[in-house]
């Protein structure tokens, strides 16, 4: 015998404590139609993503064209197609966009897609819609087209998740026929359904409910099962008008197992010792119009098979049996659905239907004036209607959502916490650097004066010029200090001494405080010293060149990189940062997380596309769009707010590439956390708030309390408005800035690592 295309064993699939698929074992041949049937929730999608690679199996095993799902998946893609339930092609592309895509997925040269493309037009009849957008499609022609690319590539086993499931009767009809003739061709067809004329269409049928292979075999077979043809009973065909009306009498009937209504006629499965004559006499009904023995139909087998499997399930049967036919039973694993049929179950109790005699008056009692005065007041209810049902069905969606519970309840009072500990608009400890050319002890009781002020903080002592300039230019220190060297000489003779505060007047808020500060500092000192001094000698404490009585200190302010003190120079390159981070941030998150809303990007996990390929192919564009978005902000920063450049913008440009990477990075790790678009926004909201708050766009981050201070370093943004504000305002080159860089760069390799694992090319399930 040939080894079987197919092949499951004993292959299981539990998400939690839910078992969707439970031991499930059947083998398909080549050039079959292997129909799995089963009710919605019954486990059919589980075995077909198990079967792809793209869903790992809880237990049990399986092989694809002699490949193992769990150690050959991605040796399996490229051989087989997948048309998954829901439409799952891009509908923003056309008919032949979408045939394209895939064909270059999977690999195709210009050449040989351009034939398989026509072969596969002229098979669906796709010729005449080339340029029509996927979206824009009826329901059947969409299913051709997801037919036409699962084929593109010539796949030898084609998986179609309930390939007909929402079109009309008319397409249902020729999408079939595209099957049979691929069939033709020696393609294994394995398709899931529950509509059983398509399941008499099926080389070999296999019916799961509740998770377990109920039973496997050929349509013929199936019909012979003695559970379907009980020994003593016979099926029959009755014609009887408005038959709708005797149903509930027939099935009260003790001879009668089974009664169901087909159209015009009652299907009566009943024991043989009477005939339907003679029940129709004892129920004193019309006669029957037309009367047949039929033979048992998929539905019966079905139905019979499905109801036998409840009944041991309610006694408590071992699961673990199997009647000699090999039919698998099973307690119930998931959630029992109702077979999938518009046809009524058998032996389902409904209430007796009332039977009036068309002689018989029709006579309006006072509960139908009741009914039809209600009917009235609905009519005329006004605008408040249903609110109290529309409340109510909102609030059980909230309760349901935990993301957005704690999103609404748990995310704000925690922001309250953090952003009212670590805003602070009181300028104090701004970093200083002292350039000491005096070194003698007057000049260092002014040092101690400055940081007694509790404005500035001493962060460091230089002794040259170059590491002077330096400090400011890297952002270390906003402010610097310049003591002259004949500072305590000029005091001791009576001589007005010059000293030089350089601020950096980037950030206008801490600017001005710096400079107030000092020159408050520089008047009080000199009022102490001209008070001692005037008090001992009775002179004036100090004069200036020309001779005149003046202050001893003279306190000069200069305002480095932004001497009006303009705002827009501080906040306007903080906000390309933030920009860029919003832009790359909230497009990859939400395209990705879209994708998977519509079911396209499981179309991707099954095709051979690389995880590489995927994610670049997926970041790539977004990337190219947010570094136009940079750039585009760097044109009105320059030409409208008349902030210029001072540094390298060669290096501005690396450094904003290297940045992207981080917040497109970050993208991609929330859209691997949501699960909609909904749970996307609300990630990341969560990330851009501390972005703007806590990176020092806004607010100076010395002033936080250190453990908020330390959160900052953990914030990408963070690192790259200082690179920003360090070579637009400050000139500031590599070696200034690579602490900042350092720190973007552990940041992005982070974030990308952890995204990268994260986004794994198969269901999470």
């Not at 086993?157 to 079939?176: N, Q, S, Y």
């Not at 109801?307 to 090999?326: F, I, L, Q, W, Y």
């Not at 039919?327 to 032996?347: F, G």
Request: proline residues 5%.
């Amino acid at each position: 015998m040939n080894q079987p295309i197919i092949d499951a064993r004993s292959l299981s699939r539990s998400f939690g404590s839910l078992v969707a698929v439970q031991d499930v074992c059947f083998q398909v041949q080549q050039g079959s139609i292997f129909g799995l049937l089963g009710p919605n929730g019954s486990g059919k999608s589980t075995i077909i993503r198990m079967l792809l690679g793209i869903l790992p199996p809880s237990g049990g095993d399986a092989s694809v064209l002699g490949l193992d799902i769990r150690k050959d998946a991605e040796r399996i893609k490229p051989r087989v197609g997948y048309m998954s339930q829901q439409f799952s092609l891009y509908s923003d592309l056309s008919v032949q966009e979408n045939l394209d895509f895939y064909g270059r997925i999977y690999g195709l040269d210009r050449t040989r897609l351009a034939d398989r493309r026509e072969e596969v037009l002229g098979l669906t009849g796709l010729g005449n819609r080339l340029p029509q957008l996927a979206g824009t499609l009826s329901g059947g022609w969409k299913q051709r087209l997801a037919l036409a690319c699962s084929l593109i590539h010539e796949p030898e086993v084609l998986f179609l998740d309930e390939p007909t499931a929402g079109i009309d009767p008319v397409a249902r009809r020729h999408l079939w026929d595209l099957l049979f003739e691929l069939s033709g061709r020696g393609v294994t067809l394995f398709v899931t359904t529950h509509y059983m004329d398509e399941a008499e269409r099926c080389s070999e049928v296999g019916y799961i409910y509740q998770s377990r292979l109920l039973v496997l075999g050929k349509p013929h077979q199936l019909k012979q099962l003695p559970e379907v043809n009980p020994a003593g009973t016979q099926r029959y065909e009755i014609r009887l008008p408005s038959p709708a009306k005797y149903l509930a009498a027939l099935r009260q009937v003790p001879e009668i197992h089974d009664a169901t209504l087909f159209g015009e006629t009652i299907h009566l499965l009943m024991d043989q010792s009477r005939s339907p004559e003679q029940i129709l006499d004892q129920l004193d009904l019309p006669p029957s119009e037309d009367t047949r023995e039929i033979a048992p139909s998929l539905e019966d087998v079905f139905v019979t098979l499905t109801s036998n499997a409840e009944k041991r399930n309610a006694e408590g049967v071992n699961p673990d049996e199997k009647s000699d036919h090999a039919v698998q039973t099973a307690t119930v694993a998931v959630l029992a659905d109702r077979p999938v049929d518009d046809k009524p179950v058998a032996n389902a109790a409904k209430p007796p239907i009332h039977q009036q005699s068309s002689s018989e008056p029709i006579r309006t009692t006072s509960s139908d004036m009741i009914s039809a005065t209600g009917n009235q007041a609905r009519i005329h209810r006004g605008t408040w209607t249903g609110l109290g049902a529309v409340l109510i069905k909102e609030l059980v969606h909230i309760r349901r959502q935990p993301t957005t519970l704690f999103f609404m309840l748990v995310i704000p009072a925690m922001q309250t916490i953090i952003f009212g500990y670590a805003i602070d608009t009181q300028i104090e400890n701004i970093p200083t650097v002292v350039f000491n050319m005096d070194g003698r002890q007057m000049s260092r009781e002014l040092t101690a004066a400055f940081e007694n002020t509790r404005r500035f903080q001493i962060d460091g002592h230089v002794w040259d010029e170059d590491s002077f300039q330096r400090s400011l230019s890297s952002g270390r220190a906003k402010v610097g200090i310049r003591i002259p060297p004949n500072y305590t000489d000029q005091l001791l003779r009576g001589e007005q001494t010059k000293l030089q505060v350089l601020i950096d007047g980037s950030d206008s808020q801490v600017a001005t405080t710096a400079q107030s500060t000092a020159q408050l500092l520089g008047l009080n000192l000199s009022i102490q010293m001209a008070t001692a001094k005037g008090e001992a000698l009775q002179l004036a404490p100090a004069r200036n060149a020309s001779g005149q009585s003046t202050l001893p200190i003279e306190v000069r302010t200069r305002m480095l990189y932004n001497p009006d003190l303009d705002s827009s120079h501080f906040f306007v390159p903080g906000l390309v940062g933030i920009i860029l981070q919003l832009v790359t941030l909230f497009l990859t998150s939400f395209a990705v997380v879209r994708e998977r809303e519509l079911g396209t990007l499981e179309q991707l996990f099954v095709t051979p596309v690389g995880r590489t390929g995927l994610l670049l192919g997926k970041l790539l564009p977004y990337a190219m769009v947010g570094f136009v978005s940079f750039l585009t902000v760097l044109v009105v920063m320059i030409y409208v707010f008349q902030v210029n450049i001072r540094g390298s913008i060669t290096l501005l440009l690396t450094l904003s590439m290297l940045f992207m990477l981080c917040s497109l990075a970050l993208g991609l790790l929330v859209s691997t956390i949501s699960k909609t678009q909904l749970e996307a926004f609300q990630f990341a909201f969560v990330i851009m708030l501390p972005s703007v708050l806590l990176s020092g766009f806004v607010f100076p981050r010395s002033e936080m309390p250190l453990p908020i201070y330390l959160v900052t370093f953990l914030i990408p943004v963070t690192y790259y408005i200082e690179i920003l504000r360090g070579v637009v305002l400050r000139g500031a080159d590599l070696s200034d800035l690579m602490p900042w860089v350092l720190g973007l760069t552990i940041c992005g390799v982070v974030v990308l690592s952890l995204s990268v694992s994260r986004f794994q090319k198969r269901l999470s399930g």
